[in-house]
């Protein structure tokens, strides 16, 4: 079954800085990659998802880039401000389907 | 859009109990609902697929006789935890997607469970 590694496992930024959280999966076939925003005692929320036909996507201060290739993927956060302070997770999946989750970045930002 | 309301927030009672904690897509129709149990500081495991209609599917090492899931409508998934015990205290989270491939997973904002 896939397999999905997630790093840093925390991150501390300075307010304006930028985060950037990484995540490898292992199943060539996973063709779904969300990224997942969880603040402490709430469900996780989607912030931005890419599919395997694009490499980079962007929205606002998100972006997330996929290399097929080395299957990997990346979340950028530019200009982080401290209520982007949470745990963020990665997940990959076929079509949307069962998401396999990596372990989750508990990033905080410093004011 | 795509709004998941989980209900209850938490719930604690005493062991031997049995939870029902329900899952509602509010503004959408949910072909397929997800459950997953999550564990402090660490990520969400998936519990059992949930389609509506039919039998729920269990992922590995999942009691399918612990963990009961109806799925009765397009808007609707129960998850019960049957004779609860310590063990079972956790936060549990249940997603859902619109109808049709390739939709984001939305989650509700999760149920704890607390046996004493």
């Known amino acids: 079954g896939e397999n999905v590694e997630q790093h840093p496992s925390t991150l501390s930024v300075q307010e304006g800085d930028s985060a950037v959280i990484k995540c490898t999966y292992s199943d060539s076939a996973s063709n779904y990659f969300p990224w997942y925003k969880q603040e402490l005692g709430k469900g996780p929320q989607l912030i931005i998802d890419?599919?395997?036909?694009?490499g980079e996507k962007k929205d606002q201060r998100i972006a997330v880039t996929l290399n097929k290739t080395a299957k990997h993927f990346s979340l950028h956060i530019t200009e982080t401000q401290p209520e982007d302070s949470a745990v963020y997770f990665c997940?990959?999946?076929?079509?949307?389907?069962?998401?396999?989750f990596g372990t989750g970045t508990r990033l905080a930002v410093r004011p | 859009g795509a709004v998941v309301s989980q209900h209850p927030s938490r719930v604690i009672c005493k062991s031997g109990t049995s939870v029902k904690i329900e899952c509602r897509s509010l503004d959408f129709q949910a072909t397929t609902m997800f459950w997953y149990r999550q564990f402090p500081k660490q990520s969400l495991m998936l519990m059992a697929t949930?389609?509506?209609?039919?039998?729920?599917?269990?992922e590995q090492g999942v009691e399918k006789d612990k963990f009961l899931i109806n799925h009765a409508s397009l808007t609707l998934s129960t998850l019960t935890v049957t004779s609860a015990h310590p063990e079972d205290s956790s936060f549990y989270i249940c997603s859902a997607s619109d109808r049709g491939s390739n939709q984001p997973q939305h989650f509700g904002d999760g149920t704890r469970l607390s046996i004493l």
């Open positions: 997940a990959a999946s076929l079509s949307g389907d069962k998401l396999t």
């Open positions: 890419i599919r395997s036909n694009v």
């Open positions: 949930s389609n509506e209609g039919s039998k729920a599917t269990y």
